[in-house]
């Protein structure tokens, strides 16, 4: 069974600057798809950028990157210039991409992020 | 126009009640999920259905089960409820052919046991 960690419960930034939050995960598989998902206080799942592990360039949404480090099975999110609005708490998940499996997603355990004006 | 939408967004209820938590896509999805989030914010997987395969979370204990009238709708039906059942629940929808593509949300709905 895959796993997905998140080691950092909380992180904070001030506002404009850059953080990037930390992924590991865990599978014996070589295809699969990771994510970032954003949880603002209203509760709804939103993605932030998707990256597909066949693919080697890091996937980016302006001004949020990804580090995607396939051998060391580390997927990281970088925020650039922080905005008020990114403040939420953020879920690192996991999804085979084999035919036939399951499609559901595995998630990690969250890292709250504050910034800071 | 919401493309995943659940109801109630809220319930409350006793302990032993017997409950349903509507979901419905217009995205013309074929596959749908639902997902528990506990108090402490971990999102785990309950269910994934689509018209042809039903998987089942073992952990789910079988008071719980989903129920699904169409393509469109992934009800989940809830039995002699439990306090620790008290979580938010989020329905969830994707397209099952196109692989890789994301899951989209429902806005969750809140259940407190009492």
């Known amino acids: 069974a895959q796993t997905v960690t998140q080691s950092q419960p909380e992180m904070s930034v001030q506002e404009a600057e850059t953080v990037t939050l930390s992924c590991t995960y865990d599978?014996?598989?070589?295809?699969?798809?990771l994510f970032w998902y954003k949880q603002p206080p209203s509760r709804q799942m939103i993605l932030v950028i998707r990256?597909?592990?066949?693919?080697?360039q890091n996937a980016t949404e302006n001004r949020f990157s990804v580090n995607f480090q396939k051998a060391a099975k580390s997927f990281s999110l970088k925020i650039s210039d922080s905005q008020l609005g990114d403040a939420a708490m953020y879920f690192c998940a996991y999804r085979s991409a084999l035919t036939g499996s399951a499609r559901q997603l595995t998630f990690g355990s969250g890292t709250q992020l504050t910034v800071l004006p | 126009d919401t493309a995943v939408s659940q109801t109630p967004k809220y319930l409350v209820t006793q302990m032993g009640n017997d409950k349903s938590i509507k979901c419905e896509q217009n995205l013309g999805h074929d596959t749908m999920y639902w997902y528990k989030q506990d108090s402490k914010k971990f999102l785990k997987i309950m269910f994934s259905y689509n018209n042809k395969e039903l998987i089942i979370n073992e952990t789910v204990p079988n008071r719980f089960s989903p129920k699904s009238p169409d393509k469109a709708h992934l009800n989940l039906h809830i039995n002699s409820l439990e306090l620790g059942d008290s979580a938010v629940y989020f329905c969830a929808s994707s397209q099952g052919v196109l692989e890789g593509y994301e899951q989209y949300f429902g806005p969750g709905t809140r259940l407190t046991v009492t």
């Open positions: 599978t014996s598989e070589s295809d699969y798809y």
């Open positions: 990256q597909e592990a066949y693919k080697q």
